[in-house]
């Protein structure tokens, strides 16, 4: 027995000689050996954690970033003569040994600090051996490092529970904040785990941890690291401890960054920013519930900075967990048919080659031969609107004169133009895709459209939409900026800045989508906004993506098993979602407008024949130009003739002879009601041209026989749409007697 004793004390004697020769190899304690993968958002909010090969969430703190809590509590915890002892309580091991040997089975006793981290580093059994061999190893951990960094060490390698190594991480998971940002309380309770994470796990005996805390806020009291009311307002400080699950955010955006950026990363700061991705969330919840009757069950958005190209917020589905949705699926990376999202680029190239957004352009019946037989556009409310402005054109997104433009243009100029915006998807022949090209016969991203659009907002500069801003290889190197240096191949020119600008201004202009969307639709917002919608084939796909001078933001709303949607418009499916995200985004009285690159021009031109306005032309109109390219001769257009032919010819003047007749609306015309719009802003003007010499102030209004309100002012009424078949005249003076206009009949539809 006494040779035993004698023995075990040799032991100690030799290791704590060897110690003194043999320092503990530094490169051991790397940090990168423990460490998991983090994502970021911009702000360092945690967005998901990645487990490392070692299988723990760790992240290193240095000892001075952490709260002076969390030291007080570990040493009032687990060691209260660390500062003082060599790395082993030679007294503990002294009588653990006696106690050992006397009655045979497992070296007892507390370890110190040191002692534990060896068994951390190390990670075997506790045995005999295994005891002397951790001393061994504590004691020349004790050699080579300061009392600081192996205390360092320790909280950033010991296990919390839960898969959580280390304080830092500790901290984030069950407190969701940093170490630096410790109660009392709450440091005194992470350090009450350590002694048995599994025992005393907090989720699924929360009284346990929570009675050894309070044992150690007392051991902190009594060592005098807790003043009295200080002691005592930590026992009353209730703990919110996070539940399990809470660190998947942004899943969609998460699963990009990571097929984006392979590799063992230590932490990944991205672009997001969770506080508006957050919100979004909801956002997108909220509209889709009420676009249930619609048949309408996902939807998709994303937000890019246009300055950074950075993705602000993407939002892949409703549910990422809603797998009998197929929430998984990532909506704003789905091949999808972008209908007439894709038309802007048509006529951003129809600037390029000179021509103007004051150009006419036909919107009728024409019919290409293709090879795969006779093609003949038509436009989403199944009519013609004549001879229109590229301006109208564009903002009503009318069919035909896009068709018309792209075949003047050649098809496949449009498909290099959309290749060069970033369109990698369109990657079959042009051939393939055709004339249809121009209305979306394609199929692209979300994230593709976003990106294209943020180069219009960006004065034609395209650059891919980017979701890292830098990578932190360890806690030490605090990373380099992805950014900083751009690389330009990753940028380039698709249009000039006076394409773009122009683009931009025919985009968001509210007063030229009125014809089609309404005075009061979705789209018009109380700051500068472009903006354009699309319709896919059979009503699948929904999608408005628009551009202040800041975001860029795109909204899809579809199903994802490619079921078509009911009784959706252009505007009605995302058109609300896009724009309650744009007004989230845009603070209305810090609102920019767009700014104007050099050689913009305005001149005043005819709205009917897109040359120079001449005196004898009616409503003159303001374009804008690229200096140059502004109309130089005057309007030559009569303009009665025209107005006979765009309508009926104008009865009363040739049959009464009197010049007495209505100019609005003309014979035959259809009106819809919009379902969307309230009805108060459902109000058409009916005109009428009085002949010289005559006072409209005695103009009168008949419809259906019956005299509407007095209007005595002058040459129009307003009136409220109602559904029905209407006839209206006007006359001078009493009905019967004095002028009366021929009669008009127009359609309300509803
Ligand atoms: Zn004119």
């Not at 990168?32 to 487990?51: K, P, Q, T, Y």
């Not at 699926?329 to 048919?337: D, E, H, P």
């Not at 050099?598 to 001449?614: E, H, V």
Request: positive net charge; contains cysteine.
């Amino acid at each position: 027995m006494r040779g035993k004793i004698a023995f075990s004390l040799l032991v100690i004697t030799v290791l704590l000689a060897g110690s003194i020769y043999i320092p503990y190899p530094r490169a051991r304690l790397s940090p990168s050996a423990v460490l998991s993968m983090r994502i970021m958002d911009r702000n360092g909010i945690l967005l998901r954690e990645v487990i490392s090969a070692e299988g723990g969430r760790c992240r290193w703190a240095e000892l001075d970033e952490m709260s002076s809590h969390v030291v007080a509590s570990i040493l009032a915890a687990e060691d209260r003569f660390f500062f003082i002892h060599p790395g082993v309580n030679v007294f503990s091991i002294m009588s653990a040994a006696v106690r050992n040997v006397r009655k045979g089975g497992v070296v007892s006793g507390a370890s110190t600090l040191t002692q534990q981290l060896a068994r951390n580093l190390y990670g075997k059994k506790r045995t005999v051996f295994s005891k002397i061999y951790e001393t061994w190893i504590a004691l020349r951990l004790e050699k080579t490092l300061s009392k600081e960094e192996i205390l360092e060490q320790y909280l950033n390698r010991v296990c919390y529970g839960n898969m959580a190594y280390g304080i830092e991480a500790a901290s984030w998971l069950y407190f969701d904040k940093s170490s630096a940002d410790l109660s009392p309380a709450e440091a005194a309770f992470l350090s009450s785990l350590p002694r048995s994470p599994r025992r005393l796990n907090p989720y699924r005996y929360p009284g346990r941890a929570k009675k050894r805390q309070e044992h150690i806020l007392e051991r902190m009291f009594q060592l005098g690291y807790l003043g009295r009311s200080e002691w005592s307002r930590a026992c009353r400080e209730p703990l919110k401890i996070l539940p399990a699950s809470q660190k998947f955010r942004a899943p969609h955006f998460c699963d990009y960054v990571l097929e984006k950026s392979p590799g063992d990363r230590k932490a990944i700061r991205t672009t997001l920013d969770y506080g508006i991705q957050e919100k979004l969330e909801i956002l997108t919840v909220n509209h889709l519930a009420g676009l249930e009757s619609n048949r309408i069950t996902n939807a998709a958005v994303l937000v890019l900075d246009n300055r950074t190209s950075g993705i602000v917020a993407m939002v892949g589905s409703r549910d990422f967990f809603d797998a009998f949705h197929d929430g998984q699926v990532n909506g704003s990376l789905s091949l999808r048919q972008p209908g007439s999202a894709l038309k802007p680029f048509t006529y951003g190239l129809a600037l390029e080659k000179g021509m103007t957004a004051a150009r006419i352009l036909e919107d009728r019946e024409v019919h290409f031969s293709t090879p795969g037989g006779i093609y003949r556009p038509r436009n989403y409310d199944k009519r013609y609107h004549g001879p229109v402005r590229m301006r109208q054109a564009l903002a009503c997104s009318y069919n035909v004169p896009a068709v018309v433009l792209s075949a003047e243009l050649g098809p496949d100029l449009l498909y290099r133009k959309l290749r060069q915006a970033g369109f990698q998807s369109l990657e079959k022949n042009p051939g393939f895709y055709g004339l249809g090209l121009t209305l979306g016969s394609g199929e692209v991203t979300l994230l593709e459209l976003v990106q294209a659009y943020a180069s219009l907002a960006r004065g034609g500069v395209y650059r891919e939409a980017e979701a890292v801003r830098c990578f932190e290889n360890s806690e030490h190197d605090r990373g380099f900026p992805v950014q900083g240096n751009r690389d330009d191949s990753r940028s380039r020119r698709i249009f000039s800045p006076q394409t773009a600008f122009i683009l931009t201004h025919m985009l968001s202009d509210n007063d030229a989508r009125i014809p089609a969307f309404g005075y009061n639709s979705p789209l018009k917002l109380p700051f500068p906004c472009a903006a354009k919608t699309g319709t896919s084939k059979d009503c699948r796909d929904n999608w408005t993506v628009g551009y202040t001078p800041r975001y860029t933001v795109g909204v899809w709303v579809g199903n994802f098993d490619g079921s078509p949607m009911h009784n959706i418009s252009g505007i009605t499916g995302c058109g609300p979602l896009f724009r309650d995200v744009m007004l989230l985004l845009t603070k209305t009285d810090s609102a920019e407008s767009f700014p104007v690159p050099p050689d913009i021009i305005k001149a005043d031109i005819c709205p009917l024949s897109g040359k120079r306005a001449s005196l004898l032309c009616p409503g003159a109109v303001t374009e804008i130009f690229m200096r140059g390219t502004e109309p130089g001769e005057l309007c030559a257009l009569r303009h009665l003739d025209i107005e006979e032919k765009r309508g009926k010819a104008i009865p009363s003047r040739s049959i009464t002879g009197t010049g007495l007749h209505i100019i609005f609306p003309l014979d035959g015309d259809v009106f819809k009601l919009d379902p969307n719009l309230r009805e108060k802003y459902q109000v058409i003007h009916f005109k009428a041209f009085v002949p010289e010499g005559l006072s409209p102030g005695q103009l009168r209004w008949y419809l259906n026989g019956e005299e509407l309100g007095d209007f005595a002012e002058s040459h129009s009424a307003a009136w409220r749409l109602e559904p029905g078949t209407f006839t209206l005249q006007c006359a001078l003076n009493r009905m019967g007697k004095g002028l009366l206009s021929d009669a008009v009949r127009f359609d309300v539809l509803r």
